[in-house]
């Protein structure tokens, strides 16, 4: 799985592309399934993982679903709550 933004814009940090959404691109394997890992945090605070202010997701997609699995970190953690940005 590989997270990806379209080209032509350009960030000095993690909280400039807070503000471009995001594409998931999967390569499924010869059994139809592909597993990846999504770190959300702040992107900016330096303290996130001492402060549990991260989730760790595991991520499978099968041949009609995705399933999401919180691996480490806080399972209602709310980026926004932490100065992040929700994207519609």
């Given at each position: 799985m590989i997270p990806y933004q379209p080209e032509g814009?350009?960030?000095q940090r993690t909280s400039d592309?807070?503000?471009?959404?995001?594409?998931l691109i999967v390569n499924r394997d010869d059994s139809n399934y592909a597993?990846?890992?999504?770190l959300v945090d702040d992107?900016?605070?330096?303290d996130n993982f001492a402060n549990d202010a991260y989730t760790f997701w595991k991520i499978r997609v099968g041949?009609?679903?995705i399933n999401?699995?919180?691996?480490?970190?806080?399972f209602l953690y709310n980026v926004t709550e932490h100065?992040?940005?929700l994207i519609d």
């Open positions: 814009f350009t960030s592309l807070e503000k471009q959404k995001i594409t597993d990846g890992f999504i992107g900016v605070t330096s041949e009609k679903s999401f699995w919180v691996q480490r970190g806080d100065g992040g940005q």
